[in-house]
């Protein structure tokens, strides 16, 4: 095997097993910070000698022991510092190192720990962009360089948001457990949040070039999957992955050849991928078995499932997308669900009566510099035939927003109506 | 990525002789192992091709031709779909899968599965040498 393709497979396995591994030292050592440092150690290992050595039959077991053989190096030392300054009090730190139970820890069933990283991996007390870099890492197995890579950062950013992160574990005390009672739900609500954020950092990148990272997407989705195998009981971790799921069957259908963004209703659905519905659809009913009231996540994903349904744009169920956002709007009530319940309007009920909906969110004022919106407005104005206002909007939507493929298709538009005018 | 990661056919397959408990049980422990890890998207195990048919198509002909098929070793007795990051760890997750056809010498072949992105110019050279250069202006800023 030649350098990079053993590099490869490294990375590769350490996807496979690392989940596991900080998951089981974790479970030795009740300090997620130590856990993670000594699963690093392990990889460090690994990058050192499976190139001379090959990859070992077991890599799992292997990883487990070079991260044990760290843990009683780290303890030798400590132990001599100890005896050194003749402290007692770090004395039991150190003994967390070592427990009996590193040769069988992985054997164990270790779904609990994974969880209970999940909820210290989101815990709403890290600053938000460490949250994910910590999520990535611990679940889902990427490498610093792969983290930076999906965000287009630098591997020195995301290894100081993940150094932040395990030291706010420490200093907040953030305690390696899993919520329960009346703490779960808001907890629970951090650790979707996080999944989704990496999910539409894939599915609308807001920096950069192109439009889609359909890695991040995958990333996002095999999270997803992963947590609802751990708390398969949990309305909105199943709402979540269906939203998912029927948003990611899409990303086929979402740019054309050139690159350039499609929109929804003018996407060719025989590219939209069958098996990922099917798999949201499963996912949403299992959603809506659980829990009689739809959450935030099941809503969206319900929704979704409306467009997923209607082999024509035309054929779409307006107005039963309407009655969904009437009640996506009662549980969340951003001006973003009121201006997506906006355009289902005027779909509905025709471009004046969106129109109108769309003027009210201007009036409140909220939404200002939201290039949606005025993409929105513009659009409905260009239905109404009423080309030199829609051209405006069109242009002042596309000098507002952030994603240079998006921009051009705006401006697109507006000569179009320009040329109607 | 997803890959399509096919088991062949032995004779016992084609006999449709039920694996053993034993082999159930560690097949079962492999699915459960995959669906964990949220790679797993499909898999499915395939009756003998007795039970199948082809379509033979020449020129605007089909003809239908019944099962068995006789070259038993490139039959498929099963698959599964899986979604990774890399070719490298497809072949990680089936290096782990028990042996299919205990005794029996076999392999299992692993294929890419077509993404819409391999049709568009998302990966051409040109927009990773704009991503690379997107990440080092990145990286001034800073």
């Given at each position: 095997m030649t350098a990079p393709d053993i590099h490869r497979t490294i990375s590769a396995v350490w996807r496979i097993e690392s989940p596991r591994l900080v998951a089981a030292l974790a479970r030795i050592t009740r300090d997620v910070g130590l856990a993670e440092d000594l699963a690093q150690d392990a990889l460090v290992a690994a990058l050192e000698q499976w190139p001379k050595s090959g990859v070992p039959d077991r890599p799992g077991a292997w990883l487990m022991t070079a991260a044990k053989r760290r843990a009683i190096d780290l303890k030798r030392h400590e132990d001599m510092r100890a005896r050194k300054h003749g402290e007692i009090g770090r004395q039991a730190d150190a003994l967390t190192l070592l427990g009996p139970d590193y040769d069988t820890a992985l054997d164990d069933d270790i779904g609990d720990d994974l969880l209970r990283l999940v909820f210290t991996s989101?815990?709403?007390?890290?600053?938000?962009?460490?949250?994910?870099?910590?999520?990535?890492?611990?679940l889902g197995g990427l490498t610093t360089d792969e983290i930076a890579r999906a965000f287009l950062s630098s591997e020195s950013t995301i290894a100081q948001r993940i150094v932040r992160a395990k030291r706010t574990i420490d200093e907040k005390q953030i305690p390696y457990e899993v919520p329960r009672g009346m703490e779960l739900g808001a907890r629970l609500a951090s650790v979707l949040e996080?999944?989704?954020?990496?999910?539409?950092?894939?599915?609308?990148?807001?920096?950069g070039d192109d439009w889609l990272r359909p890695a991040l997407c995958d990333d996002a989705l095999r999270l997803g999957r992963v947590l609802a195998g751990l708390m398969p009981d949990e309305?909105?971790?199943?709402?979540l992955l269906a939203l998912m799921e029927i948003q990611a069957s899409r990303i086929g259908a979402r740019t054309n050849d050139a690159g350039e963004p499609?929109?929804?209703?003018?996407?060719?659905?025989?590219?939209?991928d069958r098996m990922a519905i099917q798999r949201g659809f499963a996912e949403l009913e299992r959603a809506e078995s659980l829990r009689s009231a739809r959450g935030v996540y099941t809503a969206q994903a319900a929704i979704a499932a409306c467009h997923a349904r209607a082999l024509t744009a035309d054929e779409t169920d307006w107005p039963r997308i309407v009655a969904l956002y009437d009640e996506l709007f009662r549980i969340m009530p951003t001006p973003v669900v009121e201006l997506n319940r906006a355009v289902a309007i005027g779909m509905a009920h025709g471009p004046a009566k969106g129109l109108a909906s769309m003027d009210a969110i201007v009036a409140e004022g909220d939404l200002e510099g939201y290039h949606l919106l005025h993409a929105a407005r513009a659009d409905m104005l260009e239905k109404l035939q009423r080309f030199?206002?829609?051209?405006?909007?069109?242009?002042?939507?596309?000098?507002?927003?952030?994603?240079?493929?998006?921009?051009?298709?705006?401006?697109?538009?507006?000569?179009?109506?320009?040329?109607?005018? | 990525m997803r890959f399509m990661c096919i088991v062949k056919a032995t004779e016992q397959s084609e006999k449709d002789v039920m694996p053993d408990q034993k082999m159930l049980s560690e097949?079962?422990?492999?699915?459960?192992?995959?669906?964990?890890?949220?790679?797993?998207?499909?898999?499915?195990?395939?009756?003998?091709s007795s039970k199948g048919a082809r379509i033979q198509f020449k020129g605007n002909q089909r003809t239908v031709i019944d099962g068995p098929f006789s070259e038993t070793k490139e039959l498929i007795a099963g698959f599964w779909i899986i979604q990774v990051k890399s070719k490298e760890e497809a072949i990680e997750w089936m290096k782990r899968c028990p042996h299919p056809h205990p005794g029996i010498d076999t392999n299992i072949e692993i294929r890419q599965v077509f993404e819409n992105e391999d049709f568009g110019d998302e990966y051409t050279p040109e927009v990773r040498a704009q991503e690379d250069r997107i990440r080092r202006e990145i990286e001034k800023k800073r």
């Open positions: 989101c815990h709403p007390a890290l600053p938000p962009e460490s949250r994910t870099a910590l999520t990535l890492r611990l996080v999944i989704y954020l990496v999910f539409n950092e894939g599915y609308t990148a807001t920096a309305a909105e971790v199943h709402g499609v929109l929804l209703l003018d996407q060719d659905r025989s590219r939209w030199g206002e829609a051209r405006a909007e069109f242009e002042h939507a596309a000098s507002i927003t952030q994603n240079q493929r998006e921009r051009a298709l705006l401006l697109e538009r507006a000569r179009m109506c320009a040329m109607n005018a | 097949m079962g422990k492999f699915n459960e192992e995959m669906a964990r890890a949220g790679v797993m998207l499909a898999g499915e195990g395939l009756q003998s």
